[in-house]
């Protein structure tokens, strides 16, 4: 290029990003890159000073390479850099990136050549350690075999540090220039380590001469070294074992080999870094070198928790390469084992705490290695996993994190996106670490807290500067949202309870297919072990990714379904969801990271044929176990206005109400869930159950009027009639049981205007489209509407006129029928309707003066007669739910005689349930408050053995089982404790029904 004036060219050089132009500019034109008035001679120097702007510290960079070019020797220097980019660009990437690094070369002369002429391969370098104290490389030392090294003292120890620094340099110069990816760099360094310790062993063992003889000693590489995930400056973790050669004591071998370790750990430590033995039993008391019988010893009696953690790592570096084998073999598997000591998962778990809360909060943020979202929080997620299920799956025993993180992620133990987020980061903090500890060679782990400090980090890591900050700002940005996401992921993981779960099953039992398998089964109470580990052979067949995640499951869960009443049926039911499900991604996920899920999922199966079988035509509501608030039952107006909605975008009434239905199956799933997880009391179930049955008929009542409209040709405001469903029975007392169906009755008033007869047919049209609808066989359960409490019975019209109401209670009807009235409540249709005729039967079931003694002795009458004729032939009188001594019948008779007696002068009576009837009647001082106390316990365990039933079975029964297995799952259900006997629940039963009977008894016939 042409020369221009002096401040045109100065310009030329600030545009290049160095902080302080004029200085470099001034330095440069030393060496001949710059000319003396500032001006570029040519394009190559212009070019070559552009390259050298481009590094992490370029004003370093600057000052480094012109202190080299100018040490003795190196005239040649600028020339080989303009005559080779490629060497340009190493040599600069060292000394923008390392002070340390850039003022080594400085003081060795023409050491800068390796980065000229790199190594055609590492291992020649690594080679190259050995040799520069005259040991054979190919000869590893062992006691009995190999040779010491040549070169001893001081002079070792210099010649180690050079050929160290050399393998340094290297290292960085491919790291820096991203030649290397991160992976490589970890294990270069850790390969580099090893092999100096290796020189290093032979060098003492020269220096010692007989005092390092009679003993084969190992070198156990532990943390990151023996993971191979070494930092350009850490102290090495090692452990050391060792064994006497022949016909030397066990005690003098143990001394030689102390000995020996000590003068090689001497040496590392002049040389780079010490050597930490600190992991060895009994830690820096325990003495140096034990034997092989010494460290099992150990580890079968005294190790923690966290010295079986520090053993995933644990690898042969150096020494007798058979006798480091061996321990790996025989001690490091111990690793395996230590997952089944009591609270392991506990242990590890507050290890992680204690680590972090040894960090100062002022520094925790920028604390790479130990703070929040740093890297021993991948490290303790990873290593967690790995003891947990590794005990049963060899393929996730990789001892570096990124490769046992691919391995659980292949293996289904972490998520895909999760699994690639740890990863990134992971690789992100250790870059950043490996960048921060090249600056001075210095172990550090935190990021500077200033941007000047932080700027040639960013900038060796490729960050600029933008609008919304420099290169330290977007590094710090990454760095924090890193963090948070790195911090989620950990308590994810780290914190998943089914690592409790399955750290709590034995080992062989993870095999799942064993002989040990099948034993366990049958010691957790699994009756049919043999058909359990075909569902669980079915599970997991194939390599597929879901089979693999099934294989990680299935321990805990099979643990977890012994705990259930049923552990076969709740197997078999797990088996029907899974296959239903498939492939669909989120399930086995939703079971593997939400503990909860899991837990809840093996007690609902293992408890319930009624939800499995709902499960199993919407296997997709598993996802209501995620969380507690999803298993509150929903009020009735939400319910109806998502049913209202699916109707709505239905083509067709039978797509409307198949619409409703699934929406109701899914509330059925829901509410009986929460019922077996113990988050809704009897009470509360009734209530729930009687609002899905009221949105269900609200919502297909809707549809079934505007078919019959459209059928009929009749426009919006030509609909003859209003229609309204009274709720009856226990459907109207708020009251319903899982089996239950609905009593109902329904009732029309004609508008005005409109033909009474044309009305009623519009109006018998739309019921009994309603009923039909609800009634077709599908998918989803059938909804039964019993409309037998009508006037006259299945004999009276199914339709009725309020009017035609009104004629029959005033002519005709029964006092069990006014009875029947006492829980008549307006449930579906139009409300001033509803209002109209609950107006219409309270003169009627609350009556002026109660009854009369005629009426009085016709429902005793009544009541005498079912208890004689309809109770089942073979039924036991002292078992059955309804009709039976103290049941149902019994109680709520009671307390309807007493409202048809006080109704009318006690306000609290007129109500529709009858625990708050029976309730009103004790605070009125009608009845005493222990007979109202025995009634109400009574009827709340009836009530929940009549639903337990229909859980435990899937089908409705009024009777208690006869089978003692039985009797025990109905008592559970109920909320007796696990360790029930089927006589003890019995007797209770039958001391409770007892008492309300006699109650009932006195009340009703005295």
């Known amino acids: 290029m042409t020369p221009g004036t002096s401040r045109e060219r100065r310009k030329t050089v600030a545009r290049l990003d160095f902080e302080d132009p004029d200085r470099v500019t001034s330095l440069l034109s030393e060496i001949d890159l710059v000319a003396d008035d500032g ?173 390092a003889a009679g003993v084969r000693l190992a070198v156990i590489g532990m943390g990151k070294c023996g993971a191979h995930e070494l930092n350009y400056v850490s102290d090495v973790d090692v452990i050391y074992v060792g064994e006497p050669t022949a016909g030397v004591s066990e005690d003098t071998a143990m001394r030689a080999g102390a000995a020996w370790a000590s003068e090689m750990m001497r040496i590392c430590k002049d040389v780079a870094w010490e050597v930490d033995a600190a992991l060895r039993p009994e830690g820096k008391a325990g003495q140096l070198v034990r034997t092989m019988d010494g460290h099992r010893s150990y580890y079968e009696r005294w190790a923690r928790t966290w010295e079986f953690q520090a053993l995933l790592k644990a690898r042969p570096i150096a020494g007798d390469p058979e006798l480091g084998q061996q321990y790996v073999e025989q001690i490091a598997s111990r690793t395996w084992e230590a997952a089944e000591r009591d609270g392991f998962v506990a242990d590890v778990q507050a290890m992680r705490r204690r680590v972090e809360d040894n960090v100062p909060d002022k520094i925790a943020e920028r604390e790479l290695k130990l703070g929040p979202g740093g890297l021993r929080d991948i490290e303790f997620s990873v290593q967690i996993l790995q003891m947990v299920h590794g005990r049963g799956d060899e393929s996730i025993r990789a001892k ?132 359990v580990l075909k569902h669980v052979e079915a599970l997991i067949a194939g390599t597929s990714r879901t ?114 239905r699934s929406i109701r199956r899914g509330e059925l799933v829901r509410i009986a869930c929460a019922d077996i997880l113990d988050r809704l009391d009897g009470f509360a179930v009734g209530q729930a159950l009687t609002s899905v049955a009221d949105a269900t008929i609200r919502a297909s009542l809707s549809v079934a009027g505007k078919q019959v409209a459209a059928d009929a040709d009749i426009g919006i405001g030509e609909y003859p009639v209003d229609l309204s469903v009274i709720a009856m029975g226990r459907y109207g007392g708020e009251e319903l049981g899982y089996g239950s169906d609905a009593d109902v009755m329904y009732v029309y008033d004609v508008r005005e205007g409109h033909d009474p007869e044309y009305a009623a047919k519009i109006a018998l049209r739309t019921v009994e489209l309603m009923i039909k609808l609800l009634a077709k066989p599908g998918a989803d359960p059938a909804v039964g509407l019993d409309a037998d409490l009508r006037p006259e019975g299945r004999n009276g019209a199914l339709v009725r006129s309020i009017d035609s109401f009104r004629e ?18 307006p449930s579906a249709g139009d409300d001033v309707l509803g209002a109209r005729f609950v107006q219409l039967i309270d003169p009627y ?57 006080h109704a009318y002068d006690h306000g609290g009576l007129r109500t529709t349930s009858t625990i708050k009837a029976l309730r009103a009647a004790a605070e009125d001082g009608l009845i005493g408050r222990e007979e109202a106390s025995a009634l109400e316990t009574a009827w709340v365990l009836v009530s929940r053995c009549r639903d337990a039933n229909m859980l435990a079975k899937g089908k409705a029964s009024d009777e208690l089982p006869r089978l003692p297995k039985e009797v025990i799952h109905v008592a559970r259900l109920v909320g007796y404790p696990d360790d029930i006997s089927s006589d003890r629940f019995l007797d209770d039963y039958a001391k409770t029904t007892r008492r309300a009977h006699n109650v009932a008894e006195r009340l009703l016939f005295a």
């Open 39 to 211: 001006g570029f001679a040519d394009d190559t120097r212009s070019a070559l000073v552009s390259a050298l702007a481009d590094v992490g510290d370029p004003d370093q960079a600057a000052l480094l390479l012109v202190r080299l070019a100018e040490t003795g020797g190196n005239e040649d220097l600028v020339e080989t850099l303009l005559s080779d980019d490629d060497f340009a660009r190493r040599l600069f990437a060292v000394l923008g990136s390392s002070r340390a690094l850039g003022e080594w070369l400085t003081a060795h002369g023409r050491e800068w050549e390796l980065l000229q002429h790199p190594p055609t391969s590492f291992s020649e370098l690594l080679r190259g350690v050995a040799l520069s104290v005259g040991a054979d490389p190919d000869a590893p030392y062992t006691g009995d075999s190999g040779t010491p090294a040549t070169v001893t003292g001081a002079d070792a120890v210099r010649a180690l540090r050079t050929a160290y620094r050399r393998g340094i340099l290297d290292i960085a110069s491919r790291d820096l220039t991203g030649q290397t990816e991160m992976e490589r760099v970890a294990d270069d360094l850790s390969d580099l380590a090893a092999a100096l310790i290796q020189s290093a062993l032979a060098v003492a063992a020269a220096n010692l001469g007989d005092r």
């Open 400 to 531: 570096d994190t990124l490769s046992a993180l691919a391995e659980l992620v292949d293996g289904g133990y972490i998520g895909r996106d999760d699994g690639a987020k740890l990863g990134d980061a992971y690789r992100f903090l250790r870059t950043v670490e490996h960048r921060l500890m090249l600056t001075h060679l210095r172990r550090t782990h935190l990021m500077p807290d200033s941007d000047a400090a932080l700027r040639p980090i960013a900038r060796s890591l490729g960050y600029k500067a933008s609008e919304s900050g420099d290169e330290a700002d977007a590094l710090v940005r990454r760095r924090k949202a890193q963090a948070r996401e790195v911090r989620r992921l950990h308590e994810k993981v780290f914190y998943r309870p089914l690592l409790n779960a399955v750290a709590e099953v034995p080992g062989d039992a993870l095999r799942l297919t064993t002989k040990a398998a099948a034993d366990r089964l049958r010691a957790l109470g699994f009756e049919r072990p043999d058909g």
């Open 547 to 660: 089979a693999s995640m099934q294989r990680l499951l299935l321990p805990a869960i099979l643990s977890m379904f012994a705990d259930a009443p049923d552990p076969d049926g709740g197997m078999l039911a797990y088996r029907q969801v899974s296959e239903q499900l498939g492939s669909t991604p989120w399930y086995l996920r939703l079971l593997r990271d939400e503990g909860a899920v899991t837990n809840r999922l093996a007690r609902v199966l293992g408890s319930s044929k009624y939800v499995a079988g709902l499960l199993g035509r919407a296997p997709e509501a598993i996802q209501l176990l995620a969380e507690a608030s999803d298993l509150q039952p929903r009020p009735t107006h939400a319910i109806e206005m998502k049913m209202f909605a699916a109707a709505g975008r239905a083509k067709t009434p039978e797509d409307a109400i198949a619409a409703i």
């Open 808 to 825: 029959y209670y005033e002519r005709w009807s029964q006092p069990w029928e006014r009875q029947a009235l006492l829980r008549a409540r």
């Open 845 to 901: 079931r609350y009556p002026d003066g109660g009854l009369s003694p005629t009426e009085l002795r016709e429902i005793r009458r009544i009541k005498a007669r079912v208890d004689s004729e309809r109770l089942p032939r073979g039924a036991d009188p002292t078992r059955h739910l309804k009709l039976g001594r103290g049941g149902l019948s019994d109680i709520e008779w009671t307390v309807q005689v007493l409202q048809l007696q």
